[in-house]
């Protein structure tokens, strides 16, 4: 089936357009940025295509070496830009960020879905979940990262350079350490990394949102 990229972006993305200048501004960022994941995944997937013909590897290493790079790039991207011209608040950045990845893994993952059926008639629950709780919070993991980190560093003058360059690297290693368990024995301790990340991450936000409760408990109480 050829162009089923552009096929399941027209199904999914293009609905998302559609609703943004009906809802309120909050829900209007997500959808906007949800939209934008998807536009980057259609973007890159024509890179990585051409950087395939180009490199002419296997997939092994095109995945574990190449499309981590790319893909963490274009996706960090967007959030750059919002946190240097829009806003660099923490929980704007978060929000934006893991919707960018969530709009990424949402087109990413429809697309290998409807190849896959394609190619091999069916999949199952196991394979649906490999790929919902692995490089579906993948990639939501990697841009909040670098959304999070950016809102700390964007207003440090001396470290912005090297701390986005730190941020992007560790996106690139945690993709390319994801994808090269998925396709090793390992591969159920690589599905399973997205989901232990992203557990911590829930846990240390309850954490701080704990925190800030009891702040502003004893100010009241003032």
């Given at each position: 089936m050829?162009?089923?990229?552009?096929?399941?972006?027209?199904?999914?993305?293009?609905p998302f357009v559609l609703g943004i200048p009906?809802?309120?501004?909050?829900?209007?960022?997500?959808?906007?940025?949800?939209?934008?994941?998807?536009?980057?995944?259609?973007?890159?997937?024509?890179?990585?295509?051409?950087?395939?013909?180009?490199?002419?590897?296997?997939?092994?290493?095109?995945?574990t070496n190449i499309t981590p790079m790319t893909e963490e790039l274009i996706k960090a991207?967007?959030?750059?830009?919002?946190?240097?011209?829009?806003?660099?608040?923490?929980q704007e950045l978060l929000t934006i960020a893991f919707m960018t990845g969530l709009g990424f893994a949402l087109m990413e993952n429809s697309t290998i879905l409807v190849e896959t059926i394609v190619?091999?008639?069916?999949?199952?629950?196991?394979?649906?979940?490999?790929r919902t709780l692995g490089a579906g919070l993948l990639h939501s993991?990697?841009?909040?990262?670098?959304?999070?980190?950016?809102s700390f560093i964007r207003d440090q003058k001396k470290i912005f350079l090297c701390g986005s360059f730190a941020l992007l690297s560790w996106a690139i290693v945690y993709h390319s350490v994801y994808n090269s368990l998925i396709q090793s024995d390992y591969k159920y301790l690589g599905a399973a990394l997205p989901m232990l990340t992203y557990l911590i991450v829930i846990a240390v936000l309850l954490i701080v949102y704990r925190k800030k409760l009891k702040i502003r408990d004893k100010e009241n109480t003032q």
């Open positions: 050829e162009n089923v990229s552009y096929i399941v972006f027209i199904c999914f993305a293009l009906i809802v309120r501004r909050q829900t209007r960022q997500v959808l906007l940025f949800t939209f934008i994941g998807m536009c980057c995944c259609l973007f890159i997937s024509e890179i990585n295509g051409l950087l395939n013909r180009v490199i002419d590897q296997d997939i092994y290493y095109m995945t991207l967007p959030i750059l830009i919002f946190a240097l011209f829009i806003s660099s608040e923490r190619m091999k008639g069916s999949v199952d629950i196991l394979w649906a979940l490999i993991l990697c841009t909040t990262a670098v959304g999070v980190g950016i």
